[in-house]
């Protein structure tokens, strides 16, 4: 059996996840979930887990993670938030992926993918992935869940009704004459509504970086 990489200094700026090591801090814990549980879920979904094994690995990740927090310390030369992220996940696929495996074939995964062996191919626990194939992955679910989450955050902040307008104009990709209709303003308004989600989208989009890359 493979021993979990036990790495304490976990990469980032001391922002959110230095706050994370306040167990009681239940609102940056909040935060941390509602910005990166759809991530982890996408990612295992993508892999081949059923929706409930998904929750579960999102469960089991946020574990991990807070496991680590007691001893994290702030190293940039480790790398990134997002790559240590990625390899908790994959941790967590990874078990989950095992039960259906044969012993035979776990084996081979074992001799595969340990660290131990860096001339051999990196293939994840079914074979179906490479690493650098499950990174691309991880990638291109990250920007999705920076954008969507970006998009939560600011609607917050937004009034209900300018979010609406938002979301009809961009996100269903209604025409802007019929947007106006609907609500009965100006194009001015319709435009507006846009610009100022868009701003706080970016807004909030930054912070996010800034808190974990």
Request: proline share 5%; glycine share 4%.
């Amino acid at each position: 059996m493979m021993d979990e990489p036990k790495d304490e200094l976990i990469p980032t700026r001391a922002t959110l996840l230095l706050r994370l090591k306040d167990w009681q801090d239940q609102a940056s814990w909040q935060d941390f979930f509602d910005t990166y549980w759809r991530l982890i879920y996408n990612v295992a979904v993508k892999r081949g887990l059923t929706g409930p094994e998904a929750e579960e690995v999102v469960q089991q990740t946020m574990i991990s993670v807070a496991k680590h927090m007691p001893g994290f310390r702030y190293d940039p030369a480790l790398g990134s938030f997002k790559a240590w992220l990625l390899n908790m996940t994959r941790w967590r696929i990874a078990d989950h992926l095992r039960r259906n495996q044969s012993q035979a074939e776990l084996r081979v995964y074992q001799e595969e993918t340990m660290e131990d062996f860096p001339g051999g191919p990196k293939t994840d626990v079914t074979g179906q992935y490479t690493l650098p194939e499950l990174e691309k992955i991880w990638d291109e679910e990250w920007e999705k869940n920076l954008l969507e989450a970006a998009i939560t955050k600011a609607r917050r902040r937004l009034d209900p009704k300018q979010f609406q307008i938002f979301d009809c104009y961009v996100k269903k990709g209604w025409p802007p004459e019929r947007v106006a209709k609907a609500f009965g303003i100006s194009l001015n308004q319709v435009y507006l509504a846009k610009h100022r989600m868009t701003a706080l989208i970016k807004e909030e989009v930054e912070r996010i970086q800034k808190e974990v890359i």
